[in-house]
Nanobody
Framework: QVQLTESGGGLVQAGGSLRVSCAASGGTLNGYAVGWFRQPPGKEREFVAAVARSGSGTVYGDSAKGRFTISRDNDKTSVYLRMNSLKPEDTAVYYC???????????????????WGQGTQVTVSS
């Protein structure tokens, strides 16, 4: 069973950049779809970005398009989310999730993922 640990969150000014990481332990992420989700204070968890099991397909939520980039490392133990042009409304706890059975069309659906990390806080000041 793979365990996921997020890191890299923090406080950043509006317009700045941040990269959050999702590291796997107990196995690799080979064969897993990996998604990033976020939960703003008092709101539902929402989809940010995901990379398909094959590693070649990516999907972005509307809030992330054009500003965020999801990527995997070559040894398939980590997935990253690079966030540029950050806005105060990007403030949230960011979670990564992994699933072996997530198909391309279901990448934004958080219910399709089996494993979740504990989250990392990202705070964007205005």
């Amino acid at each position: 069973q793979v365990q996921l640990t997020e890191s890299g969150g923090g406080l950043v000014q509006a317009g700045g950049s941040l990269r959050v990481s999702c590291a796997a332990s107990g196995g690799t992420l080979n064969g897993y779809a990996v998604g990033w989700f976020r939960q703003p204070p008092g709101k539902e968890r929402e989809f940010v970005a995901a990379v398909a099991r094959s590693g070649s397909g990516t999907v972005y939520g509307d809030s992330a398009k054009g500003r965020f980039t999801i990527s995997r490392d070559n040894d398939k133990t980590s997935v990253y989310l690079r966030m540029n042009s950050l806005k105060p409304e990007d403030t949230a706890v960011y979670y990564c999730a992994a699933g072996r059975r997530v198909i391309q069309s279901s990448l934004p659906n958080r219910l399709q993922y089996d494993y979740w990390g504990q989250g990392t806080q990202v705070t964007v000041s205005s």
